[in-house]
């Protein structure tokens, strides 16, 4: 094996080695997860080196300065105040998700219309429309990293494949049974993973079209999937108050995680691949190791339904919103909760961290999306404008743009 070059990625932390190896090109990450300003470099790359023997003595120097360039991104302060910049009256019928490729120079919207839309996000142009499907197209996504590639999930029961460049039509995977209402590629993008109301979840070979395996166990609607950041497990969420993890090679149950009363609203991993944390109509979140999948903490205090949850990219903390109208932040080592987010006057149906983890946005049924500081629990700003209840918010890779998508029929680009 040869080292051929170094890639820095900042958020997360981390750095990510491309070696050669009997003549083929792979990558390997190195991930600096508690990396801080405050981190010594030199006592760290001591620490790589003595665990990563494709770097050599000569590449310390080298590693070192990758270190110092991820601290001095992480000193640089986040007192960005997004402006609002644009309305996109995006469909003739409501919306039901955005998403940004990986640069955050384009995202997706997908309508009640039928129809999926491309979008350059500095303009505001639309680049093209995906059309096609029978019923809503209800669960999108760019391939990211790469973003030559867009799935679609519809009410039509099948999920299609296009390419994100031309808007053409590579396959249309069909054999679910009812409405396809979440999806996600695998971190490779060889593999699309689909959620359905049959109560199943189904693999796609992306290169071939052709179905890989049906994951059968859960015995109501699917309604959230998620891969781990190796790719080699799914978790699956569902109406029948349970969890299941997938070994994705072999397509078998490894374990179902049982404990929540009620319906699953949303599934998810950490960065390393060590938790999962699910959020339910129980009106709680529970934190599960991923190899045993034993139950580690049960986050309580919403006093209604938890509708989103998630983890920041280092995986060390987790936000919540409730049908209650507030949000909160846990620590996912301590499991305490550290903040809550008073200030919307309807349920937060969607919730996520800036990618430098020092800021929670929020959507909400008010009308409105909040960003509030993580440390604080202070709102730093209301966007406002919609004229209908917001549903969807996601920040770019930089976290210095916001899509909104609200029932209204818009989306508004925040810078």
Not at 368 to 374: E, H, K, P, Y
């Amino acid at each position: 094996m040869k080292l051929k070059r170094f890639f820095l990625r900042y958020y997360p932390p981390g750095i990510i080695l491309e070696y050669e190896k009997h003549g083929c090109l792979k990558t390997k990450s190195i991930n600096l997860l508690d990396l801080t300003p405050e981190t010594n470099p030199n006592e760290l790359v001591m620490e790589i080196m003595r665990s990563e023997r494709l770097i050599t003595d000569a590449q310390t120097e080298q590693v070192k300065q990758l270190i110092l360039r991820l601290q001095q991104k992480q000193r640089q302060q986040d007192h960005h105040r997004f402006c609002f910049c644009k309305a996109l009256k995006a469909h003739i019928l409501p919306l039901t998700n955005v998403a940004f490729d990986k640069s955050g120079s384009r995202f997706i919207t997908g309508s009640y219309d039928r129809t999926c839309r491309v979008w350059d996000t500095t303009s505001g142009t639309e680049l093209r429309t995906l059309e096609g499907h029978r019923n809503v197209v209800y669960a999108i996504a760019f391939n990211n990293p790469y973003g030559d590639k867009i799935a679609t999930g519809s009410f039509d029961k099948t999920c299609k494949l296009w390419c994100a460049e031309s808007g053409k039509c590579f396959y249309t995977f069909r054999g679910h049974m009812a409405e396809i209402v979440c999806l996600a590629f695998n971190p490779q993008s060889t593999l699309v993973a689909t959620g359905s109301m049959d109560a199943t979840a189904r693999l796609w070979n992306i290169k071939t079209g052709e179905e890989v395996v049906t994951l059968m166990g859960h015995t109501a609607e699917v309604l959230s999937l998620c891969f781990n950041t190796v790719g080699d497990r799914l978790v699956t969420g569902s109406f029948d108050h349970t969890v299941t993890i997938w070994d994705v090679a072999s397509g078998r149950c490894v374990h179902t995680l049982i404990g929540h009363i009620g319906e699953i609203s949303n599934v998810q991993f950490n960065w390393d691949c060590s938790l999962i944390v699910t959020g339910s109509m129980d009106k709680t979140c529970k934190l599960w190791e991923a190899v045993s999948g034993k139950c580690v903490a049960t986050l309580s205090g919403h006093r209604e339904e938890v509708l989103d949850v998630c983890f920041d990219l280092s995986g060390q903390l987790i936000a919540t919103a409730s049908a209650d109208g507030t949000a909160r932040v846990f620590s996912a080592t301590t499991h305490q909760c550290l903040v809550t987010l008073e200030g919307h006057s309807g349920e937060i149906s969607k919730i996520c961290f800036s990618p430098q983890g020092s800021r929670v946005l929020t959507a909400s049924s008010d009308k409105t999306a909040r960003l509030w500081d993580v440390q604080s629990g202070v709102c730093l700003q209301v966007l406002e404008g919609h004229t209908d209840e917001i549903f969807s918010c996601v920040f770019n890779y930089e976290g210095d743009t916001i899509i909104t998508g609200s029932k209204d029929n818009t989306c508004r680009i925040w810078y």
